[in-house]
């Protein structure tokens, strides 16, 4: 009785420690935004040769770590993203230094995604892995996805515990949701269809990065609304692709069939206490966690750094995202967007990485702002991170397959993103 009362105590505490952390909007100095936000803004304000250096060396381990493991030559897609890899630490270096070519060195291109990307991403990954074991390792997660078992065949097609990689992917990363796809794939407790709905559907960028998107776009005082809209239009969207092609084409009867049960609140704060019973020591999990963190900024700074920067000299100096923004130019005209093209060349710069379509419009309407925050996040698959993950997984998901899902989800997203913005707008017009 006394673990019992131990572990639910870890469970409620805990969970409320890491909902507080990411959820709770306080004010400090005037300025009123989430706790992990104030941590961040404090680093890179009181110690800011050290954010930067510590970045900076964080960077140069994910560079180099593909070459010292020889991982670097284990697939062709593996090879082409350790040289991009490299070329992001050059990119950096040159940036540091404030010595090396002048289109890397231009304030709006290489500067502007060092000094507001890629230190803020450095500093809130591993320091958010900090506070993410308080929402992952003490119950929450179970918690969460038990209630969610019933929404899950319904709406997604897809088993009840596939929830569990739901909400680990938009709380954790999309590493941690693929890497818990792919063992359950190949264990045989997924259909193929419902590994590829999962690892196109829910394995999103996490809260933490989410974060970084609303900085960068100065819209952290609607966070709550951004967090809980992009949240429901990206499951949304799966639940729409999910019945479509190519996902319909695949096998659904090859997956262990799952067992009925019931759902209620009872069943879900029993499985938060059995959650919280296997954690382990806090501090063993802060530091696990921490070093988890440590690894992902070093796997995605060097990836960031180089596609980001070729994405936004693309971007300035040719008319290819242009050109292919009219792709989507149709959908947003209709939908009655403001700023059409920029939403357009945006929806079409998501593809190489998911920081871009961020990046060109932090001078744009709030409207377009918030648009571009949701897509950026619902549109799931970019080729800097995402897309390699998946094609490094057992899931039979061709690039063909993946380039036309992230198409629908553009669409879809938009579909959904625009006319739920004017409404905020419209509504707080009438405050």
């Known amino acids: 009785m006394k673990d019992k009362g131990t572990n639910t105590f870890k469970f409620l505490v805990f969970s409320f420690i890491g909902i507080f952390v990411f959820f709770v909007p306080i004010a400090i100095n005037e300025k009123k935004t989430i706790p992990l936000d104030h941590i961040i803004t404090f680093l890179k304000s009181g110690f800011p040769v050290f954010s930067k250096n510590i970045v900076l060396l964080i960077l140069v381990a994910g560079s180099v770590y593909p070459f010292l493991t020889r991982n670097w030559k284990k697939n062709k897609t ?184 019931k759902v209620n609140l009872k069943m879900a704060f029993e499985k938060g206490i059995e959650g919280a019973s296997k954690s382990g020591k806090v501090l063993t999990n802060i530091k696990q966690n921490f070093l988890d963190g440590l690894k992902m900024a070093a796997a995605i700074l060097p990836s960031i750094m180089s596609i980001g920067l070729i994405g936004l000299v693309v971007a300035k100096y040719t008319n290819f995202f242009d050109i292919a923004g009219y792709l989507f130019y149709p959908f947003v005209k209709v939908l009655g967007a403001k700023e059409t093209a920029l939403i357009s060349k945006a929806s079409a710069l998501s593809i190489s990485e998911m920081f871009l379509p961020v990046l060109i419009s932090v001078k744009a309407y709030i409207e377009t702002r918030f648009v571009v925050a949701i897509l950026s996040v619902s549109s799931i698959l970019f080729f800097s991170a995402s897309i390699p993950c998946i094609l490094a997984t057992s899931i039979p998901l061709s690039v063909k397959d993946i380039l036309i899902i992230w198409f629908e989800r553009v669409v879809f997203s938009l579909i959904l993103a625009i006319p739920i913005t004017k409404l905020f707008i419209f509504l707080k017009l009438l405050q």
């Open 78 to 261: 593996e090879v082409v993203l350790s040289f991009l890899k490299l070329s992001g630490l050059v990119f950096a270096l040159m940036i540091y230094f404030n010595k090396g070519l002048k289109v890397v060195l231009e304030p709006s291109i290489g500067q502007f995604l060092f000094n507001k990307l890629v230190i803020p991403v450095g500093l809130i990954v591993p320091v958010g892995a900090i506070f993410l074991s308080f929402l992952i390792d003490y119950g929450l997660l179970d918690f969460v996805g038990v209630l969610m078992k019933p929404v899950m065949k319904t709406f997604f097609k897809t088993p009840g515990r596939s929830a569990i990689d739901a909400v680990a992917s938009f709380v954790g990363s999309y590493s941690i949701g693929l890497l818990i796809t792919d063992r359950v794939y190949r264990k045989g407790i997924y259909s193929t269809r419902e590994a590829v709905i999962i690892a196109t559907g829910f394995s999103t960028v996490s809260a933490t990065f989410m974060i970084i998107v609303c900085k960068t776009l100065g819209i952290m005082d609607y966070w709550n609304l951004y967090f809980w809209t992009t949240l429901v239009i990206t499951f949304a969207v799966t639940a729409i692709t999910a019945r479509i092609f190519p996902i319909k084409k695949f096998k659904d009867n090859d997956g262990v069939q799952e067992e009925k049960e």
